[in-house]
């Protein structure tokens, strides 16, 4: 499950799963429909019997999981607002109750319909609400393990070791970077120095803290500006904000650092192996409640081929799927002489 947007670590109070997230309701839809599968298949005389039950099963199912799963998210985020959540038995109470209740009222919605049932024993109200309770004691039982197993300590513990392995190659760039500038340019120096301070303070701040879109960008120009001064004229840079302005930018909050390994992996793969100028574009949108990032950089197959650049960022992917499971993405293509890294994720929306 996806962690929670603070900057702090707080055990969650809650253990009904998080419905909202899209990640839970695939799962939930894709285990149910094929327990159901299952279960036809095992009653029927045959094959062909099997897939008709399962058909003819399918709208009750699909219409109880998808009111259960909706009812449960607005459930959780009611009670994420008390001060003083339920105590553990009474959520997991609530989960068995809800799923129970929607697919006893479906059922007996459905009842007059007989064209739907072909299988009087599985379809019947009460047979059909003890499968629902069934499964959503189950459910509930999975994901609260699930969620053990990214307890707060092991996820700490990974984030840290994600953001160690960008650390090193940044470092020893930058600090050759300010070194060549000490003695000829010392106010250059100083300023980049100041620059590369305030990234390694955020490299050491807790890798799951929340920041606005607008500071993350400022310390992707800091990178930038850093990297540079070691590579001149050879590296051009382009923003295209779109319909990003500055109120949007301003208020949306994003996990620090994710944008920055972005645009390291296009310098590290896109201008260094480069000897003619070239030039870094950085776009950066909404698409409904998506923020979209996405870095192009020249493509150098003989230097670099995808191979590398997937190595440099499945850190990146890594990180999503802890912090967002799978409402978050990273995809990367190569068309023609251009490589694109392509970064979407849903954004939380708070004060600046």
């Given at each position: 499950m996806p962690l929670s947007s603070t900057s702090r670590v707080v055990p969650a109070p809650l253990v009904i799963p998080d419905c909202c997230n899209i990640g839970v309701v695939l799962r939930t839809v894709i285990a149910l429909n094929a327990a159901s599968l299952v279960a036809s298949l095992v009653q029927a005389p045959d094959l062909r019997a099997g897939c008709l039950a399962f058909f003819d099963s399918s709208l009750l199912i699909e219409l109880a999981c998808l009111w259960s799963?909706?009812?449960?998210?607005?459930?959780?985020?009611?009670?994420?607002?008390?001060?003083?959540?339920?105590?553990?038995?009474?959520?997991?109470?609530?989960?068995?109750?809800?799923?129970?209740?929607?697919t006893?009222?479906?059922?007996?919605?459905?009842?007059?319909?007989?064209?739907?049932?072909?299988?009087?024993?599985?379809?019947?109200v009460l047979g059909a609400t003890l499968a629902a309770a069934l499964a959503g004691m189950a459910a509930q039982h999975y994901f609260e393990l699930r969620a053990r197993a990214y307890s707060p300590t092991l996820v700490e513990a990974r984030l840290q070791a994600l953001q160690a392995r960008i650390r090193p190659h940044f470092l020893f760039n930058s600090l050759n970077a300010v070194l060549s500038?000490?003695?000829?340019?010392?106010?250059?120096?100083?300023?980049?120095?100041?620059?590369?301070?305030?990234?390694?303070?955020?490299?050491?701040?807790?890798?799951?803290?929340?920041?606005?879109?607008d500071e993350e960008l400022r310390l992707c120009r800091q990178y930038l500006s850093i990297e540079q001064i070691r590579l001149g004229a050879r590296m051009r840079v382009e923003w295209d904000m779109g319909e990003a302005d500055?109120?949007?930018?301003?208020?949306?909050?994003?996990?620090?650092?994710?944008?920055?390994?972005?645009?390291?992996?296009?310098?590290?793969?896109?201008?260094?192996p480069a000897v003619e100028p070239v030039t870094v574009r950085i776009q950066v949108g909404?698409?409904?409640?998506?923020?979209?990032?996405?870095v192009l950089n020249p493509y150098h197959g003989e230097h670099a081929g995808p191979a590398g650049n997937q190595i440099a960022l499945r850190n990146i992917r890594e990180r999503l799927e802890l912090?967002?499971?799978?409402?978050?993405?990273?995809k990367t293509a190569v068309n023609q002489d251009c490589f694109e890294a392509r970064l979407r994720l849903p954004y939380a929306k708070g004060m600046a």
């Open positions: 799963l909706f009812l449960l998210c607005a459930l959780r985020r009611g009670l994420q607002r008390r001060p003083v959540p339920p105590a553990f038995p009474v959520q997991r109470a609530l989960c068995v109750i809800v799923p129970a209740a929607v006893a009222a479906l059922a007996a919605g459905l009842a007059g319909t007989s064209w739907l049932y072909s299988n009087d024993r599985w379809h019947t500038l000490i003695r000829n340019e010392p106010r250059r120096a100083e300023s980049a120095l100041e620059d590369l301070a305030e990234l390694f303070r955020v490299l050491m701040s807790d890798p799951r803290s929340m920041t606005t879109l500055d109120a949007f930018l301003s208020q949306v909050r994003v996990p620090v650092l994710l944008i920055q390994p972005l645009l390291e992996n296009a310098v590290h793969y896109g201008v260094e909404r698409a409904g409640d998506r923020l979209q990032v996405l912090l967002y499971d799978l409402e978050a993405e990273l």
